[in-house]
C-alpha cells in the first residue's frame, strides 16, 4: 500500500515541477506590425474602423495582396497558403489603383520593451509621418522552440531566404541587399531579421532608425513591414482580455438594442465597409452595368437588323438557274 502511495505521490511531483518548468520557459509575447511606406504615392492606406488585434494569416493576406510572396517551404511537411484576397477588419489595405514597387519585412526581436531598448525607434513608429498602420499579434514565445513566435512564423510566410542576424554590420548589409533585390525583381517581398535579446550596448537603436529613415527616403515606392516582437507584461495582458470582453459586450448590447428597435435590422455601424471594399464594389459594380448596356445594345442592333437579299447569293441562284434553261 504504502509503495504504491509513495509512486502515485511521485508522478504528481513530476508532474507538476514540468508545468511549473514549462510556464517559466513559456513567455507571453507581443508581436506589432507597423506599416511604413514613403513617397508622393499613395500604395497602402490606412482603414476606418479596422481592428488592430489580428492574426498571422491575416498579415500574411495583406502581404499577398501588396506582394508577390514566396514564402519558406524547407522542412514543412504542406505547402503555406498566402492568401492573395486580404482578410477584413484590418486598419490596413492596400490602395485599388496603385502597388508597390517592392515590400521588406523587417523583424526586430528583443527581451525588453522597446520603449526603452530602442526608444528613437519607438518615436518613429509612432510619430512618423511614414507610418500607415499599425497590427499586433499576440502568441507566445518558448525558450527551447522560437520558431513557433508569431515573428518566426511571420517570418516564413514572407519569404524563403531570411537569416536572423545579430550583429549590426550584416543586418545593414543584409538590409541594403534585401530592399535592392525587393525593388528589381517586381515588386518582390523580402525579408531581414534582427536579434537584440542578448545585446546591451544600445548601439542599435539610432542605426536602425537611421537605416530606416534612408531607405524610406531613397526609395519612395518601397513599403516596410516592421515588426517587432517584445515580451508583454502579465498586467498588460490581462487588463487588455478585460477591455476587450468590455467592448465586445458593449457591442452585442448595443446590437441587440438597434436590432430590437428596428424591427431585426442591425445598425449601420455593425456593418461599417473599409475604403478597399467600398472601391471594389464601386468598381464591380459600373463596370457590370457597362457591360450590361453594351450586351443589350448589340442585342437590340441584331433584332432591328434591316431584312434584304444577298445580292451575291440571288446572283449565283439565278445564273444556275438560266443555264439550266
Not at 542576424?165 to 525593388?183: G, I, M, N, Q, V
Not at 424591427?263 to 478597399?276: D, E, L
Not at 445594345?297 to 446572283?315: E, N, R
Amino acid at each position: 500500500f504504502f509503495g504504491g502511495f509513495t509512486m502515485a505521490l511521485r508522478s504528481i511531483v513530476l508532474l507538476w515541477v514540468s508545468a511549473l518548468l514549462a510556464a517559466v520557459l513559456t513567455v507571453e509575447a507581443k508581436t506589432t506590425v507597423t506599416v511604413l511606406s514613403g513617397g508622393e504615392r499613395t500604395v497602402v492606406r490606412r482603414a476606418e474602423g479596422g481592428t488592430e488585434e489580428t492574426t498571422i494569416a491575416a498579415v500574411s493576406s495583406l502581404w499577398g495582396a501588396l506582394h508577390s510572396v514566396k514564402p519558406n517551404m524547407v522542412g514543412r511537411r504542406r505547402k503555406l497558403s498566402i492568401s492573395k484576397l486580404q482578410y477584413p477588419g484590418m486598419p490596413v489595405v492596400p490602395d485599388l489603383f496603385e502597388t508597390p514597387d517592392g515590400g521588406l519585412v523587417v523583424t526586430i526581436f528583443s527581451a525588453t520593451k522597446i520603449s526603452s531598448s530602442l526608444p528613437e525607434v519607438a518615436s518613429m513608429l509612432e510619430q512618423d509621418e511614414s507610418v500607415v498602420g499599425h497590427v499586433s499579434v499576440s502568441g507566445t514565445n518558448k525558450a527551447s522552440q522560437k520558431q513557433e513566435s508569431p515573428a518566426r512564423a511571420l517570418l516564413d510566410r514572407a519569404t524563403e531566404d531570411v537569416n536572423i542576424d545579430t550583429s549590426l554590420k550584416s543586418f545593414e548589409s543584409a538590409l541594403k541587399l534585401k530592399a535592392k533585390r525587393a525593388l528589381e525583381n517586381g515588386n518582390l517581398l523580402e525579408a531581414v531579421a534582427l536579434d537584440l535579446t542578448d545585446d546591451v550596448s544600445g548601439e542599435a537603436d539610432a542605426k536602425v532608425a537611421s537605416l530606416l529613415k534612408s531607405l524610406l527616403k531613397e526609395n519612395s515606392s518601397l513599403v516596410i513591414h516592421f515588426v517587432v516582437e517584445e515580451p508583454e507584461d502579465i498586467q498588460e495582458v490581462s487588463s487588455h482580455g478585460r477591455r476587450l470582453e468590455a467592448q465586445d459586450a458593449d457591442a452585442a448590447e448595443e446590437q441587440f438594442d438597434d436590432a430590437k428597435a428596428n424591427s431585426g435590422t442591425f445598425s449601420s455601424s455593425t456593418n461599417a465597409k473599409s475604403m478597399n471594399q467600398i472601391q471594389y464594389f464601386q468598381v464591380t459594380l459600373w463596370t457590370s452595368i457597362t457591360l450590361g448596356l453594351v450586351l443589350i445594345y448589340c442585342l437590340y442592333s441584331f433584332a432591328t437588323m434591316q431584312m434584304i437579299p444577298d445580292t451575291l447569293l440571288f446572283g449565283e441562284s439565278g445564273k444556275m438557274m438560266s443555264s439550266a434553261d
